[in-house]
């Protein structure tokens, strides 16, 4: 779709713009530097690149597997990236904090259904944001989130997971045009090419559990949100069926939770 591909001119500026807007956050809050958490796919790699350039040696990343549930190749990757863009890191591993929380909480194992489920595979994200603002609070960093505006409008993230950030230096660009950037910014291809996976568990991907890859998913976006147009002239143009356009319309407004501040109750006057 045309209006999702961005040309050299438009990346080149995307890159200017969000490499200052890091800048200018850190120095803003008067933090030494910032911390992200690097999984080895495509979306911390580019933060990872586009920070690094900002920030320079003010930037550290933690890669926080868990044993078990990360793929080797994701490790593989994040040092790949480390390397290539000069990003200090380190690693650590969360099986045995994972194991802690669910030993303390014994109702996340006894539970079989979907909550039960969600509640354990939502562990790691939690205890990745855990750890980026131990890092953060004890070197004075900000922490910054790689989320995509894809999945932000789908609400596809943790909560108080890697939801957790201060900052999101991506998150006006659609996972297309993420890929787009990421080749401007000579991420190793195959990082870019392999498939989005959160990582909540073992051989889960993305566009499987959203059921829609990712570039239908931002075609409906585009259509939907930027233009404003509904879920029976978005079929149409699409040539697909509006059921998938109205279960992608409810996932926006069902996760609208996700990224809004909390609400507060005002008392009356």
Do not use: C
């Amino acid at each position: 779709m045309k209006e999702l591909v961005l040309s050299e001119t438009g990346l080149e500026r995307w890159r200017e713009t969000i490499v200052q807007a890091i800048s200018d956050f850190v120095k803003e809050t008067g933090a030494k530097g910032a911390v992200l958490g690097l999984s080895g796919g495509v979306d911390s790699a580019l933060v990872g690149a586009l920070a690094k350039e900002a920030l320079g040696n003010r930037l550290e990343a933690l890669v926080m597997p868990v044993s078990g549930v990360s793929k080797s190749e994701d490790l593989e990757h994040a040092a790949l990236i480390s390397a290539k863009f000069g990003i200090t890191s380190r690693v650590i591993e969360l099986k045995e904090a994972a194991t802690a929380v669910k030993n303390a909480f014994p109702d996340m194992i006894k539970n079989s259904g979907e909550g039960g489920f969600h509640a354990r595979a939502n562990i790691a994200p939690r205890l990745r944001m855990l750890f980026n603002y131990a890092a953060a609070n004890l070197n004075n960093l900000v922490v910054l989130g790689t989320g995509n505006k894809t999945e932000l409008l789908l609400g596809y993230f943790t909560k108080y997971g890697d939801g957790g950030v201060d900052f999101l230096p991506i998150g006006d660009l659609y996972k297309s045009q993420v890929h787009q950037l990421a080749e401007h910014m000579q991420v190793p291809r195959e990082v870019i090419d392999k498939p989005p996976s959160a990582g909540l568990w073992h051989g889960q991907t993305d566009e499987e559990e959203l059921g829609e890859s990712y570039e239908i998913l931002d075609q409906i976006l585009y259509h939907t949100v930027e233009e404003g147009r509904g879920a029976d002239e978005t079929a149409k143009i699409m040539g697909i069926n509006v059921k998938r356009v109205q279960h992608i319309i409810g996932l926006v407004e069902s996760g609208h939770h996700k990224r809004a501040m909390p609400e507060i109750v005002k008392l009356p006057e």
